[in-house]
């Protein structure tokens, strides 16, 4: 059992939710080493003791427990197999965790590299956005051994409220795919419904009140709705993320030979978001859409 008295953490990635994810697990105890490309995004949790390493490698010699949340599966990929990545200088029995939505078929090779050296990995995608991260309450989809998901689980209940367990590697990352394709299709119907209520003279906020609640009810329509009409486009998760998933559950869906309409529109809209400037908003500037 990982424990503070025996564990020294590692977390790569200090962006919109790396930084929060990161200090939960610092005020929990933990000896916590940070890491990312820019050091000034750690610069919070270095006040509060974390230590600064300059590099996965170097991370990896120190740390027996190394989280990673990061931006796109390439980065996913020089981190953990590059030349001076995780899996070649991690020591036998470390275990590494990935919370980065990424492909299923780069976790599955990832646990297969580190298997050969003693190294355990879990893929453990999240759904929650800041607002999950910074109040500890995402969900926590984990793929590998179950093994290792059970010794890691105390850690991840800081993390997390909803946190469960999917079968072999990849399965977390395929369980992340589904959730995005629910969103993607879910964020149009949202968008829709509050141009809707301001085109026929309601009042937004009200109709909210009514359809919340309802069957209609998603957590897009109560946490991102209201930031739209409050012209709040801050990035919960990024647009240039959302669309990275996107073609990441593109890809495994024409692997499974599965049409999925939904979310070809969803990228579509997205993608003339980017061309408008708007690729480090966040999703719920879809909304942008009906307005440009």
């Known amino acids: 059992m990982f424990t503070p008295e025996n564990t020294v953490v590692g977390f790569i990635g200090a962006g919109v939710m790396g930084k929060s994810m990161a200090g939960h697990l ?27 390493v300059e590099s996965p490698k170097e991370m990896a010699e120190k740390a027996n427990v190394i989280f990673t949340m990061v931006g796109y599966p390439s980065d996913v990929e020089e981190i953990y197999l590059g030349e001076m990545g995780l899996i070649k200088s991690a020591k036998a029995g470390s275990l590494l965790i990935d919370m980065t939505t990424s ?46 998901f059970d010794s890691i689980k105390p850690l991840l209940t800081l993390l997390g409220t909803n946190i469960v367990y999917q079968g072999k590697a990849g399965a977390g990352q395929h369980t992340k795919m589904c959730n995005q394709i629910a969103i993607a299709s ?31 009810g998603s957590w897009s329509l109560s946490n991102l709705a209201p930031r739209m009409l409050n012209g709040n486009f801050e990035p919960g998760f990024y647009i240039k993320h959302f669309i990275k998933d996107m073609k990441i559950a593109l890809d495994e869906a024409e692997h499974m030979e599965m049409e999925v309409p939904g979310l070809t529109l969803a990228k579509t809209l997205y993608e003339k978001l980017v061309e408008m400037g708007e690729e480090n908003s966040g999703t719920q500037a879809l909304y942008k859409y009906w307005q440009s």
Not at 26 to 52: F, I
Not at 199 to 215: Q, Y
């Open 103 to 148: 492909a299923p078929s780069l976790a599955m090779r990832i646990f297969e590299r580190a298997k050969e050296r003693g190294i355990h990995t879990l893929d453990a995608p999240v759904s929650g956005g800041d607002v999950g991260a910074k109040e500890a309450k995402l969900s926590i989809m984990v793929g590998g051994e179950e093994r290792d």
């Open 186 to 216: 879910n964020m149009i119907g949202v968008c829709e419904a509050v141009i809707y209520a301001q085109k026929s003279g309601l009042n937004p906020e009200s109709v909210l009140k009514s359809i919340t609640n309802g069957a209609a």
């Open 26 to 52: 610092l005020a929990a105890g933990y000896p916590l080493l940070v890491y990312s490309r820019t050091q000034e995004k750690a610069n919070d949790l270095l006040e509060k003791g974390a230590s600064w």
